[in-house]
Structure formats: C-alpha cells, structure tokens
C-alpha cells in the first residue's frame, strides 16, 4: 500500500522566512513519482515539481527547492523569501506502479505580511 | 494552452437528487481521472478510464458511476445524493497513465443541500 505523510498540518510564517514543509512517504515500488500541488484560497490545484525514483537530484526554481532522499523516504519542499502569495495549501503526492495519485494530507502555510 | 475544462463549476443539488459532472480533457490525453476533496481533506482517488476503459477503481460509492465518451470526455454521475456529497471534485487528465504528470481541472464544487 502507499502512503504519504505530511505531518505539519499548519505553518505560519512571517514574509521573507523561509520555510521547509515535510513529505514522508511510503511504498514497496520501486518505481514510483512524487509530486507537489499547491492549492490556493480559489480552489485549483496547481502543479509544482514531478520527481521520479531514479532521480535524486535536487531542483531548484527560483525561490523553491526540493530535496529528495531515497534512503529516509523524503521529499521535501523549501520556499526561500516567503511571500504573502505563497499562503496556500501544498500537497505532497506519490504515484506508484497504478496510475492514481496519493495525497498527504496537506499542509496549510500561512505567509503574514 | 488548452487545459482540463470542467462544467459546471458550481453546483447546488437537494437531497436524493441527481447530479453530472462533465470533464474535457486536454487534447490527445488518453486518460482521465475522478478525483473527490472533502472540505479540509485531500482530494481522494474515485476513478480512472484509459483509452475510454475503466482502469482503476478508488473509494467511489456504488451511487456512483462514471464513463469516458469517444472524444475522450468523461461524465460523472451521482444519484441519491447525500449531505456528505458535499465537495470540490476534480478532474486529471494525462497522457499513457501518468508516466510525464497529471494536469488538473478547476474543480466544480457541489453542495447537496
């Protein structure tokens, strides 16, 4: 079965923080995908990064980052310079030998001015 | 570009009604997906169809059903609609399952009153 954990529920920070927001996640494939959404107050989900298992290397785009770990089973999502605008809910996704995606439970940042 | 078009975006249904949901997918994406996000919840995997074939199933209660036309549309349909209908359903659509990501619908969000 796979699992995706976000053990924060809630983040508040002050603009121009950074924040790290955690993903654990668990499955027995190995091959697999992970995914991070963002959710904004309108509702969408909007696509952030797609990782698969055999790429470990770490990204960066602009004021966000990712880091993957294999050996710890995380995937871990970084705003550098928090902005008012980041304020949303992010979820953490695995897909694995399916094709449906599973959801952490999110975590909701907050960004105050 | 052209992205996932869902209709209606709202919608206001009483009890033990009936209720369509409609989702267009990108062009020349062959598989669609039905997603279902209770408030404060993450979005929950129903359905898949993959080249109008049904190709994973999720939580979706026997009260519902749903399909994918020629033109690669899909309809959900919810009969004897339940106070606990209330949510944002999501559409996804991908090309081959997946494998290169998943782009999201809007949304329509129901409320069963």
């Known amino acids: 079965a796979q699992k995706v954990t976000q053990a924060q529920t809630e983040i508040s920070v002050v603009e121009k923080e950074d924040v790290t927001l955690d993903c654990v996640y668990e499955t027995r494939d190995t091959t697999y995908y992970l995914f991070w959404y963002k959710q904004p107050p309108s509702g969408e989900l909007v696509f952030l990064i797609r990782?698969?298992?055999?790429?470990?290397q770490n990204e960066i785009s602009g004021r966000y980052s990712w880091n993957f770990q294999k050996s710890t089973s995380s995937f871990n999502f970084t705003i550098t310079a928090s902005q008012v605008v980041d304020s949303a809910v992010y979820f953490c996704?695995?897909?694995?030998?399916?094709?449906?995606?599973?959801f952490g439970e999110g975590t909701q940042l907050t960004v105050n001015p | 570009a052209a992205g996932v078009i869902q209709s209606p975006r709202h919608l206001i249904k009483e009890k033990r009604e009936t209720a369509t949901l409609k989702c267009y997918p990108i062009?020349?994406?062959?598989?669609v997906y039905w997603y279902q996000q209770g408030p404060g919840q993450d979005p929950q995997f129903l359905i898949s169809f993959y080249e109008k074939m049904q190709s994973d199933k999720g939580s979706i209660p026997d009260r519902f059903s749903a399909q994918q036309f020629s033109d690669y549309h899909s309809e959900l349909n919810m009969s004897s609609l339940e106070l606990g209908d209330s949510a944002l359903y999501f559409c996804?659509?991908?090309?081959?399952?997946?494998?290169?990501?998943?782009?999201f619908g809007s949304g329509t969000r129901l409320t069963v009153v």
């Open positions: 062009p020349r994406h062959d598989t």
């Open positions: 990782r698969n298992s055999f790429d470990e």
């Open positions: 996704a695995l897909r694995t030998s399916g094709s449906r995606l599973t």
């Open positions: 996804a659509s991908s090309f081959t399952l997946g494998y290169y990501g998943y782009t």
